[in-house]
T-cell receptor, first 115, second 113 residues
């Protein structure tokens, strides 16, 4: 069964460093998403992406964040200058379309630890 | 604005007990979709079910059942004859647009042998 994959599973970085989190969405999906979950808290929407453009972003997704689909398979989230409060689990998701009937399938997550 | 509330932070039951996880939502939209996701200890988010706002029929899938009541803005999830493998965090979520999912705080369910 196709699945969303994410690498690395755990990333440790120093405050102020740039990190890139990688995701491979399900191959025939067209919409891609990033969510984050601070430890013990709810899952929060960051951004959705379609046709090489951001289609929606939350207030969390500020200028420190960017997303890219550098090739036909990868979808990346870049944090330019990490802060302590960026420590969280980051989930990538993908769906066929952006209708509510198009289920978002999530990857296993990347745990980001900022020291 | 949309909001999902899962008032039960943690629930602990003994195997074979039935357990209900509560979910209350808020939205001004008349068309919306509700979801339940399971997050086992391994951390991934597993899709369980989706309901739309026009379909209030209850749904049963094996030991899982869902009760959707628009009158009380609730979408509760019941596990019958719980098993240790059901131990996980369960999230209720809402969308009106299909793009952004709004999640509740999650309920940590622990099923003890």
């Amino acid at each position: 069964e196709p699945e969303v994959t994410q690498t690395p599973s755990h990333q440790v970085t120093q405050m102020g460093q740039e990190v890139i989190l990688r995701c491979v969405p399900i191959s025939n999906h067209l919409y891609f998403y990033w969510y984050r979950q601070i430890l013990g808290q709810k899952v929060e929407f960051l951004v959705s992406f379609y046709n090489n453009e951001i289609s929606e972003k939350s207030e969390i997704f500020d200028d420190q964040f960017s997303v890219e689909r550098p090739d036909g398979s990868n979808f990346t989230l870049k944090i330019r200058s990490t802060k302590l409060e960026d420590s969280a689990m980051y989930f990538c998701a993908s769906s066929m379309g952006d209708y509510p009937t198009d289920t978002q399938y999530f990857g296993p997550g990347t745990r980001l630890t900022v020291l | 604005a949309q909001k999902v509330t899962q008032a039960q932070t943690e629930i602990s039951v003994v195997e074979k007990e039935d357990v209900t996880l509560d979910c209350v939502y808020e939205t001004r939209d008349t068309t919306y979709y509700l979801f339940w996701y399971k997050q086992p200890p391994s951390g991934e988010l597993v899709f369980l079910i989706r309901r739309n706002s026009f379909d209030e029929q209850n749904e049963i899938s094996g030991r899982y059942s869902w009760n959707f009541q628009k009158s009380t803005s609730s979408f509760n999830f019941t596990i019958t004859a719980s098993q240790v493998v059901d131990s996980a965090v369960y999230f209720c979520a809402l969308t009106t647009s299909g793009s952004r999912l709004t999640f509740g705080e999650g309920t940590q369910l622990t099923v003890n042998p």
